[in-house]
């Protein structure tokens, strides 16, 4: 569904703060596909998202997507244009809604998304219930403070409303950029049941960024190893699921030629 074909990203080029942040990535995510990604810092996996998306476009290579059988050239489309194709959620709760608006108008707005917004059109009665039924889902009590501010909300509550929000026109690829990151280890359980239980309602491809690398093997049926801008890694079905931690930091250091050195991610 989606295609990466040696896909190059250097930034600040012929500088000498030139960096090699993607090297020749090929990659394709199929529709059935919840892909996990990890590798330590500078590894060139939020820069792989970014290309996806349109935030940063490729220095050469190619970004495709498939919609209804036409491939779809992405490499040189705007961001905005991109937007009706995926959704998104960060690592920050703040990010991906507005903090001085009401849980519906939020998701008002996020029922336009490709669309041209107009605000008063989407707060009409009758979406009030389809919103309050799809928050209920979460058990979070946000179908009974649809007038709340969202800047009033837990980084929890906010996460899932965000999740919500990125899924409503069902997108064609969900990309999780360490979305659980920032959250408590209860609080992030609870946004990753809610992550897979959307995917699997809708049927939605995903790829998810984690530092954490029991829930790189633990979800998705995909796992995908960066390291240097490159994927030195990409496994998958049965042999992923067989996987245990020290079977990735093996896996790495055949792949990379020496060891995990970082933090965040082995303490994770």
Known sequence: MLQLDRVVKVFNEGTVNEKLALDGVSLDVGENDFVTVIGGNGAGKSTLLNVICGLHAPTSGTVSL???GVEINLSKMLEHKRAKYFGRVFQDPMMGTAATMEIQENLALAMLRGDRRNLSRALKKKEASFFQERLAQFDL???TRMSSKVGLLSGGQRQALT???ATLRR???LLLDEHTAALDPKTAAKVMEITCELT??????AVMITHN?????KYGNRL????EGQIIYDVSGEEKSSLHVRDLLLRFEQAS????ANDRLLLA
């Open 171 to 173: 997108p064609r690829l």
């Open 66 to 68: 498939n919609v209804d």
């Open 257 to 260: 030629g020496g060891e995990l």
């Open 213 to 217: 690398m029991k829930d790189a093997i």
């Open 224 to 227: 995908i190893m960066m390291n």
């Open 200 to 205: 699997a309602e809708q049927r939605i491809p």
């Open 163 to 165: 999740l919500l929000m």
């Open 141 to 143: 009590g946000l179908e």
